[in-house]
């Protein structure tokens, strides 16, 4: 290329038009790179591997039967074994290196356990090695003796598998059962039975509590404790059924551990599993994983509070900043006066866009929870003092903290959506008769709608994935009941709830189990993603027809 051509094309602007196409790609790439990575180590989570059973050379000479799966292989340099303390014979550089998963916590003191290739005397793939997921102690790997009901053998041998299986299928109906009954028909007695003494307290404190009211108030008391007693009398009865089992499994070394059934949530043989056996199984393990209450610390079970937290979290912030964002923009642009104070106005709002998100949450607790909520319970609650009520961190708080953060977002789409709007638009209507309020009620307003959905997937965007924020203001590790359930008001903004963000945080960070915990901080953060995703993709459909509808004004 010439100096004359290459100025030319130098001024054609076409080196930045190729940077920029060359930035998008790169962009791309690094997006879907990471979402790819993510979903790999998080969904591989889900699937059953094979259980293999290793004789492996210990330190000291003796050889050992271990019993787990591979979840991760790397190379390390024999030098940085041998400085360990590790004593090896072997002539390469490297050796491979297996981290492997044996569960038996309960014996062994730890799920994990690194091992060495060199060091492997001879592994097999046993067909009857199980895998017993459970509620205490995570996994149990192992073989399965015996089935025991209240103590003497009733299965044992080929036929113990198949009496575990329905077993196993009898306790998990009466778990539901259980649950079902506490937090259902007891937790609502119990919530009764709070509102009740919050009543009486509150009569006190009035002066009202006459001998007739507290008579009834102590008739109702006498009603629910009766049906409660009744609901403990089925409790107890469901308790002894599911305790009525028990099990035998041989675990590492040989021993045999007896363990109520009670404690099992699923049981399965991996090796003896056919490929659509391990992708049923995979959808399963998946569709828990959505649906079920997080269990052991959040290192299994499922997630489903902190999805309902997060959903609700997001509509009850976009119900809030919607219409304050929408108002303070028509302000700014139709009525404000155009000057120095609405420039310095809007040079505040955009550089509030900027701050810190943490510094929204101590702003929300100092003045959302102590200011406003401490005043309210001292005017409307004074009854369950010392206790607070809105007092103290909750949903309501954490909606209002990140509609106060997302709030620059809406009113910067929303003025830039009415600036775009022709000034004949509103002279016709002007010319119509229409007063200003009415032009724009009626034909602004609905014309600056797309631009008020793009404020709105912005925030929401912003809002779904904020984490320091909340935890100042209302987000915890696990919530005991959901905001929304069947007692009156029915929602209940004062509670507390969990995040998938901070639950990311707290699996990631704070768990106790850092190896069973850290493919679930994946299949999580692919969760996350995919509802913003979700929800972005509702709120571009909703803008999309807005757009469509008023195209033709425009023009």
């Keep these: ?16 038009v190729w940077l920029n196409a060359g930035a998008v790609t790169l962009s791309m790439i690094a997006v879907v790179g990471l ?27 003796e050889a050992v039967t271990l019993y787990g799966s591979i979840r991760d292989t790397e190379q390390v340099t024999v030098a940085r074994l041998r400085q360990a303390g590790m004593q090896l014979d072997v002539e390469s550089e490297f050796v491979d290196r297996h981290l492997i998963k044996m569960g038996n916590r309960d014996q062994l003191g730890g799920d994990f356990r690194f091992i060495v290739e060199p060091r492997i005397i001879e592994r097999g793939k046993p067909v009857n090695i199980a895998m017993v997921e459970r509620t205490e102690w995570g996994d149990q790997t192992g073989f399965l003796r015996t089935v025991l009901e209240n103590g003497e053998v009733v299965a044992s041998g080929a036929n113990a598998w198949p009496a575990f299986e329905r077993r196993i299928a009898r306790v998990v109906e009466l778990r539901e059962q259980i649950n079902q009954l506490e937090s259902d028909e007891i937790g609502a007695i119990n919530y009764a039975l709070e509102q009740l003494r919050l009543e009486e307290r509150r009569l006190e404190l009035e002066d009202e509590l006459t001998p007739e009211r507290f008579a009834d108030l102590e008739r109702r008391r006498a009603e629910l404790d009766e049906r409660y007693a009744a609901l403990l009398k089925d409790l107890n009865t469901l308790y002894e059924k599911i305790n009525r089992d028990s099990y035998v499994m041989e675990v590492q070394g040989g021993i045999e551990v007896e363990l109520p059934l009670a404690r099992v949530v699923r049981a399965y043989k991996p090796n003896a599993m056919s490929f659509p056996g391990k992708l049923g199984f995979w959808f399963e393990k998946l569709w828990e994983f959505i649906s079920e209450e997080p269990r052991e610390a959040n290192t299994e079970g499922g997630v489903f509070p902190a999805i309902f937290g997060t959903v609700v979290l997001v509509m009850l912030m976009s119900v809030v900043v919607t219409p304050f964002g929408v108002i303070a923009a028509v302000y700014l642009k139709e009525y404000a006066r155009q000057g120095t104070l609405t420039r310095i106005i809007r040079i505040a709002v955009n550089n509030l866009a900027g701050v810190p998100s943490i510094v929204y949450g101590v702003f929300g607790l100092g003045f959302f929870v102590y200011f406003l909520g401490g005043n309210i319970d001292r005017l409307f609650y004074p009854e369950a003092a010392p206790s607070p009520v809105f007092g103290t961190p909750g949903l309501l708080w954490s909606a209002l903290t990140l509609a106060l953060l997302t709030l620059p977002v809406v009113i910067v789409a929303t003025e830039e959506g009415l600036a775009r709007i022709p000034r004949s638009i509103r002279e016709g209507s002007y010319a119509l008769g229409a007063t200003k309020a009415e032009t724009l009620w009626r034909t602004v307003l609905p014309m600056a709608s797309p631009a008020m959905m793009t404020g709105l997937i912005l925030a929401v965007a912003r809002a779904a994935g904020e984490v320091a924020p909340l935890m100042l203001v209302g987000v915890v590790k696990l919530a005991p009941s959901l905001p929304i359930d069947g007692n009156a008001p029915f929602v209940h903004l004062d509670r507390k709830f969990m995040h998938l963000g901070f ?4 699996v990631g960070f704070q768990s106790p189990n850092v190896e069973a915990a850290r493919p679930l901080v994946y299949a999580t953060a692919l969760l996350l993603v995919a509802i913003i995703v979700i929800l972005n993709l509702a709120a571009v459909r909703i ?11 425009e023009n």
């Design 543 to 553: 803008r999309n027809r807005l757009r469509e509808k008023y195209r033709a004004l």
């Design 1 to 16: 290329m010439s100096k004359g051509n290459f100025k030319s094309w130098w001024k054609s602007g076409a080196p930045w």
């Design 35 to 61: 979402l790819g990575l993510i979903a790999v180590r998080g969904l591989a989570h889900f699937w059953a591997p094979d259980v293999y059973e290793f004789r492996y050379e210990q330190d000291d000479g």
């Design 503 to 506: 639950h990311i945080y707290d």
